[in-house]
C-alpha cells in the first residue's frame, strides 16, 4: 500500500508497504522503523466520510484500499522525566526523534533512563509508590499493564540495541525497580528478578515484531531450518550505529544496483568526481552492507564490485556512515592521550627484548612516539606482533611478503628510511603508499569496520585496545583484561 505520510508542515514522505500490517500497533512499528521515529505514536487518517479531514485511526478497515494519507503524531520521551502530571495532549507534537541508526552508541547508558510511560500508568505507578512509601506494600501489576510496561522498555533499549546483553538487561531491570519501588518483586533479593526474565522475553518477542515488519537488522537473522544456513548471528560486534540500514526511500535494489555501475565507471576516470562518489557511495551504501553483512564475500570480491571503497577518501567516510566518528582524527587523538602513559609502562617489562630495542629509538617527537607505541603494543600484551606489522626493504616484492598474512600492516623501508605502508587482508595488500604507520593502522581499523571483518583471534587484545581505549568506541564493554589495563592508564592520568 502506498502511504503519505504527514510527520511536519516541511516533511512529507512516501512511503511502501507490502503487506500492509493486519493491526493498527502492527502500523505503528513499521513506521517507527521506517521513518526512524521512537517514543509514543498516534496514527491519523483522511476519511472521505468528512470531507477529508483528520481522524485517529482505530481500525486498520478505515483506511481506503489503495493510497492514503496518514499523518503521524509523536510524544517526545525527556530522558530526565519530568513530572507526569505535566504530561497533556499539548505534548503530541509531528518531531522526529533519534532512531537507533542514528543513535551515538550501541551500548545501553548506565543508569538507563527508564521512559515516561503512558499517562493513566504513570498516574497508577504514581499512587503505587506512594503506599510503597508509606507502608512498604507493593503494587501488584495487572497483567495489561506490566505487558505495557515491557513494552515501552523493550522500545526505549532498541533505540541503543536490539540485541541486548544479559547484563544490561539486568541493570534495565534494576533502574525500572530502583525509579518505580513499588514494582518490587518481593520473592527476589534484590525486587528486580522476575522483571529481569520478564523483559528478556519481551525483548525476543519485540525482535519478532520488528523482523516480521521488515527491519534489516533482524531480517537477517530469521531462524532457518535447513541445516546448511549459518547459525552465527549476524549482528554488529565493534559498536557499530549503523549496522544494517534500509534501502533510502524511493529506492529498491535495481535502482541501488544502477548507482552501482554508475560509481565504478566514474572510479575509472582519469579526473575522478569525488562529489559525486560521494554522493552515490553515500546512497548505494544500504546495499553495501547487506551484500557485505548477508553474503560474507572475500575481500577481492568487495574491490571488484565497491573499488571506490579502498581509497583513503571514502574509508574514512564509511567508517564515519557506520560509527558516527572520525576515524583518523579519532584514532590519532586516543593515541596521543595515553602515549605518555603507555610508553612508561613499557618500561616497566625490560624484559621484553623487542620493547627495550624499540625504547631506544625514542626521541622527543609526537610521531616517533606513536610509531614506538603501535609496534610495542602486542609485545606488551604478549600477542603475536608479526601477525600485526612487518618490516620489508624497498626492492622486496609487497604481494609475497603479504602471503600468510590475514590481518595487518607491511612497513616498506630503504634502510633507515621510511618509504611506503601498505595494509594487508586476506594476504592481500589493499591499500598502499600511506604516507606513515599511524595512518596505515588508522586506515586498516577502517577496511575492518567498513568489510565487517572480525579480529584476529591472536591479536584481539591489540585491537580491543585500539578500538574501545584509543578510539572509545564500545569503551563500556571491555574484556576485563583491557578493562584493568585502561584502568591503569586512567590512574596514571590523574
Same mark, same amino acid.
Request: charged share 30%.
Given at each position: 500500500?502506498?502511504? #503519505?505520510?504527514?510527520?511536519?508542515? @516541511?516533511?512529507?514522505?512516501?512511503?511502501?508497504?507490502?503487506?500492509?500490517?493486519?493491526?493498527?500497533?502492527? *502500523?505503528?512499528?513499521?513506521?517507527?522503523?521506517?521513518?526512524?521515529?521512537?517514543?509514543?505514536?498516534? &496514527?491519523?487518517?483522511?476519511?472521505?466520510?468528512?470531507?477529508?479531514?483528520?481522524?485517529?485511526?482505530?481500525?486498520?478497515?478505515?483506511?481506503?484500499? @489503495?493510497?492514503?494519507?496518514?499523518?503521524?503524531?509523536?510524544?517526545?520521551?525527556?530522558?530526565?522525566?519530568?513530572?507526569?502530571?505535566?504530561?497533556?495532549?499539548?505534548?503530541?507534537?509531528?518531531?522526529?526523534?533519534?532512531?537507533?541508526?542514528?543513535?551515538?552508541?550501541?551500548?545501553?547508558?548506565?543508569?538507563?533512563? &527508564?521512559?515516561?510511560?503512558?499517562?493513566?500508568?504513570? *498516574?497508577?505507578? #504514581?499512587? %503505587?509508590?506512594?503506599?510503597?512509601?508509606?507502608?512498604?506494600?507493593?503494587?501488584?501489576?495487572?497483567?495489561?499493564?506490566?505487558?505495557?510496561?515491557?513494552?515501552?522498555?523493550?522500545?526505549?533499549?532498541?533505540?541503543?540495541?536490539?540485541?541486548?546483553?544479559?547484563?544490561?538487561?539486568?541493570?534495565?531491570?534494576?533502574?525500572?525497580? @530502583?525509579?518505580?519501588?513499588?514494582?518490587?518483586?518481593?520473592?527476589?533479593?534484590?525486587? !528486580?528478578?522476575? !522483571?529481569?526474565?520478564?523483559?528478556?522475553?519481551?525483548?525476543?518477542?519485540?525482535?519478532?515484531?520488528?523482523? +516480521?515488519?521488515?527491519?534489516?537488522?533482524?531480517?537477517?537473522?530469521?531462524?532457518?531450518?535447513?541445516?546448511?544456513?549459518?547459525?552465527?548471528?549476524?549482528?554488529?560486534?565493534?559498536?557499530?550505529?549503523?549496522?544494517?540500514?534500509?534501502?533510502?526511500?524511493?529506492?529498491?535494489?535495481?535502482?541501488?544496483?544502477?548507482?552501482?555501475?554508475?560509481? &565504478?565507471?566514474?572510479?575509472?576516470?582519469?579526473?575522478?568526481? !569525488?562529489?559525486?562518489?560521494?554522493?552515490?557511495? @553515500?546512497?548505494?551504501?544500504?546495499?553495501?552492507?547487506?551484500?557485505?553483512?548477508?553474503?560474507?564475500? *572475500?575481500?577481492?570480491?568487495?574491490?571488484? #564490485? !565497491?573499488?571506490?571503497?579502498?581509497?583513503?577518501?571514502?574509508?574514512? *567516510?564509511?567508517?564515519?556512515?557506520?560509527?558516527?566518528?572520525?576515524?583518523?582524527?579519532?584514532?590519532?587523538?586516543?593515541?596521543? +592521550?595515553?602515549?605518555?602513559?603507555?610508553?612508561?609502562?613499557?618500561?616497566?617489562?625490560?624484559?621484553?627484548? %623487542?620493547?627495550?630495542?624499540?625504547?631506544?629509538?625514542?626521541?622527543?617527537?609526537?610521531?616517533?612516539?606513536?610509531?614506538?607505541?603501535?609496534?610495542?603494543?602486542?609485545?606488551?600484551?604478549?600477542?603475536?606482533?608479526?601477525?600485526?606489522?612487518?618490516?620489508?626493504?624497498?626492492?622486496?616484492?609487497?604481494?609475497?611478503?603479504?602471503?600468510?598474512?590475514?590481518?595487518?600492516?607491511?612497513?616498506?623501508?630503504?634502510?633507515?628510511?621510511?618509504?611506503?605502508?601498505?595494509?594487508?587482508?586476506?594476504?592481500?595488500?589493499?591499500?598502499?603508499?600511506?604516507?606513515?604507520?599511524?595512518?596505515?593502522?588508522?586506515?586498516?581499523?577502517?577496511?575492518?569496520?567498513?568489510?565487517? &571483518?572480525?579480529?584476529?583471534?591472536?591479536?584481539?587484545?591489540?585491537?580491543?585496545?585500539? +578500538?574501545?581505549?584509543?578510539?572509545?568506541?564500545?569503551?563500556?564493554?571491555?574484556?576485563?583484561?583491557?578493562?584493568?589495563?585502561?584502568?591503569?592508564?586512567?590512574?596514571?592520568?590523574?
Amino acid at each position: 500500500m502506498l502511504l #503519505r505520510i504527514i510527520l511536519g508542515d @516541511d516533511n512529507i514522505r512516501k512511503v511502501t508497504l507490502d503487506p500492509l500490517p493486519d493491526t493498527v500497533e502492527g *502500523l505503528i512499528t513499521c513506521l517507527k522503523i521506517k521513518l526512524g521515529i521512537s517514543g509514543e505514536m498516534v &496514527i491519523q487518517y483522511q476519511d472521505p466520510e468528512f470531507n477529508m479531514e483528520l481522524c485517529n485511526l482505530s481500525n486498520m478497515t478505515d483506511l481506503p484500499k @489503495d493510497k492514503a494519507t496518514l499523518k503521524v503524531l509523536t510524544k517526545a520521551t525527556e530522558p530526565d522525566h519530568t513530572d507526569s502530571s505535566t504530561l497533556d495532549n499539548e505534548s503530541m507534537s509531528s518531531s522526529c526523534e533519534d532512531s537507533p541508526s542514528t543513535s551515538q552508541t550501541r551500548q545501553l547508558p548506565h543508569p538507563f533512563p &527508564i521512559p515516561t510511560f503512558a499517562y493513566d500508568v504513570e *498516574l497508577r505507578l #504514581r499512587s %503505587a509508590n506512594e503506599v510503597f512509601a508509606k507502608n512498604g506494600e507493593v503494587f501488584e501489576t495487572p497483567k495489561e499493564m506490566k505487558s505495557d510496561l515491557l513494552d515501552k522498555l523493550a522500545e526505549a533499549i532498541f533505540v541503543y540495541t536490539p540485541y541486548p546483553t544479559r547484563d544490561e538487561i539486568d541493570a534495565v531491570a534494576q533502574a525500572l525497580v @530502583d525509579k518505580h519501588p513499588c514494582l518490587k518483586d518481593p520473592g527476589s533479593e534484590f525486587g !528486580w528478578y522476575s !522483571w529481569k526474565f520478564s523483559l528478556k522475553f519481551k525483548i525476543q518477542n519485540f525482535r519478532q515484531k520488528l523482523r +516480521q515488519a521488515g527491519c534489516p537488522e533482524l531480517s537477517l537473522n530469521k531462524r532457518s531450518s535447513s541445516p546448511t544456513k549459518s547459525k552465527k548471528l549476524k549482528k554488529a560486534k565493534k559498536s557499530e550505529v549503523n549496522f544494517l540500514p534500509g534501502h533510502p526511500e524511493g529506492k529498491n535494489e535495481n535502482d541501488l544496483e544502477n548507482e552501482r555501475a554508475l560509481l &565504478i565507471s566514474e572510479v575509472k576516470k582519469r579526473n575522478i568526481d !569525488w562529489t559525486l562518489v560521494d554522493k552515490m557511495m @553515500d546512497s548505494t551504501y544500504s546495499l553495501r552492507r547487506k551484500e557485505i553483512v548477508k553474503d560474507e564475500p *572475500l575481500v577481492a570480491h568487495v574491490q571488484e #564490485r !565497491w573499488p571506490a571503497l579502498f581509497f583513503v577518501r571514502q574509508i574514512e *567516510l564509511e567508517f564515519t556512515r557506520l560509527t558516527s566518528m572520525k576515524l583518523r582524527e579519532s584514532f590519532l587523538a586516543g593515541l596521543d +592521550q595515553y602515549l605518555d602513559c603507555f610508553l612508561e609502562l613499557f618500561k616497566t617489562k625490560s624484559g621484553i627484548p %623487542a620493547l627495550s630495542s624499540l625504547l631506544k629509538q625514542l626521541d622527543n617527537s609526537t610521531h616517533r612516539k606513536r610509531i614506538i607505541l603501535l609496534l610495542g603494543l602486542p609485545h606488551f600484551l604478549k600477542e603475536d606482533s608479526s601477525a600485526f606489522t612487518k618490516t620489508i626493504e624497498v626492492t622486496d616484492d609487497e604481494q609475497s611478503i603479504a602471503k600468510g598474512m590475514k590481518v595487518g600492516v607491511l612497513v616498506v623501508m630503504d634502510g633507515q628510511d621510511f618509504i611506503d605502508a601498505a595494509v594487508v587482508l586476506e594476504e592481500a595488500v589493499v591499500l598502499s603508499q600511506l604516507r606513515d604507520l599511524p595512518t596505515a593502522v588508522a586506515m586498516l581499523m577502517g577496511l575492518l569496520y567498513s568489510l565487517n &571483518i572480525d579480529y584476529p583471534r591472536e591479536l584481539k587484545y591489540t585491537f580491543e585496545v585500539m +578500538q574501545k581505549v584509543f578510539m572509545n568506541i564500545g569503551g563500556g564493554q571491555c574484556s576485563s583484561f583491557v578493562h584493568g589495563l585502561r584502568n591503569r592508564l586512567l590512574r596514571r592520568q590523574m
